[in-house]
């Protein structure tokens, strides 16, 4: 019985990933950016926390129009998104943060020095911790909110 629960659910999360890659690939590139030109002067927490809300509102609106909204009210699945977001940038930030603090362990100097001041840093750190982050937020998203048309 829980087999075939587990099948069943596997399978309406592989249905929905492709929808889902669409909307969080237009809200990865929002944040991406955003997070690559702000980390060197905001740092990491302030850039992720920005990138954050700009990338959850555009993953929001774009899933509205490419697949069926299970809640009746907009506002409510946007509180929802928001939440689900959260945990991801609380995934992000522990990744990012972790990175950081490897780094700065194996050689300060390199750190403090070149990579904090780095956009590739930013950017090849923060592709790291959204793929990770990902695997949770496009199972909550098709779980809760939206579903393939």
Do not use: C, Q
């Not at 555009?58 to 946007?78: A, C, E, P, Q």
């Amino acid at each position: 019985m829980k087999l075939n629960t587990f099948k069943l659910g596997l399978k309406k999360y592989l249905e929905f990933v492709p929808f889902y890659l669409f909307g969080s690939g237009l809200a990865f590139t929002v944040d991406i950016s955003i997070f690559t030109l702000l980390r060197t002067n905001l740092g990491t927490n302030y850039s992720a926390l920005i990138a954050y809300i700009f990338g959850t509102i555009t993953s929001f609106s774009t899933l509205l129009f490419i697949t069926k909204y299970r809640l009746n009210k907009k506002r409510v699945g946007l509180l929802i998104h928001l939440l689900i977001g959260l945990g991801t940038l609380l995934i992000n930030l522990i990744i990012l943060n972790s990175i950081d603090y490897i780094a700065k362990l194996y050689n300060y100097f390199l750190y403090t020095e070149i990579l904090n001041n780095s956009n590739y840093y930013a950017l090849s750190t923060k592709v790291i911790s959204s793929g990770i982050g990902f695997i949770w937020t496009s199972s909550m998203t098709g779980k809760f909110l939206f579903k393939k048309k």
